[in-house]
């Protein structure tokens, strides 16, 4: 698997408690304000490439964006507050975004290779009732720990307990595969339509 550019610059993902979580540095706009809701990434930068399954077990690769919008995050199914949270409100944000929705996709990566097994996930899915371009993503450890790595998310699935500690955060990368907004755990849906909506007339 070959990964691109380190995300966001020389950002360092804070590691908190629990779910919780900070997203990496970014720079805020400064004058004239921001059209965007989200915070602006610093140095944007082209999103690391990866590939792997999701809950079908379908392949799924990230530089193959077919002109899409992607959202990127970090979940585990076992999480009891913050990552149902993320889900939902990203799963929101895609029944909002009406006819945008197809050309919009997120992608859930797992901070729990043991957990997150084939049921846990499909289980999660059809809880959280999520649409099909909410693609959960899952991998060994040796998969999953170099994108953790390139995209400077904090994760410790290794802790000995059910809880797993890993940064929290939402990237929202453009139809050119360029980083371009964070959220933090606390992402709201109407943030992410707007600012979609945002980029698509750039």
């Known amino acids: 698997m070959k990964l691109g550019l380190a ?6 993902a804070l590691l908190a408690a629990g779910c919780g979580g900070s997203a990496p540095k970014a720079a805020v706009q400064g004058p004239p304000p921001s059209p965007y809701r989200g915070i602006t990434v610093a140095d944007p930068a082209p999103a690391p ?3 792997l399954r999701d809950q079908a077990g379908t392949l799924v690769r990230m530089s193959n964006r077919q002109d899409r919008f992607t959202l990127v995050t970090f979940l585990y199914t076992h999480c009891p507050d913050v990552c149902p949270l993320i889900a939902e409100h990203l799963n929101t944000a895609l029944h909002r975004l009406g006819a945008t929705r197809a050309d919009t996709r997120v992608l859930a990566v797992s901070v729990d290779p043991k957990g997150d ?3 846990a996930v ?3 899915v059809a809880v959280h009732h999520l649409l099909p371009q909410f693609r959960y993503l899952t991998g060994t450890a040796a998969e999953l720990r170099p ?3 390139a995209y400077n998310v904090a994760a410790d ?5 059910t809880a797993v500690t890993h940064s929290a955060f939402v990237l929202l990368v453009d139809r050119q595969g360029i980083e371009r907004l964070l959220y933090d755990s606390n ?8 600012d979609i909506d945002a980029l698509k007339e750039k």
């Open 187 to 194: 992402v709201q849906p109407g943030d992410i339509v707007h």
């Open 117 to 119: 097994t084939p049921a």
């Open 7 to 12: 995300c966001l610059g020389a950002a360092a």
């Open 49 to 51: 490439d990866f590939e």
């Open 147 to 149: 994108i953790w790595k």
């Open 122 to 124: 499909r289980h999660f």
């Open 157 to 161: 699935p290794d802790s000995g307990t």
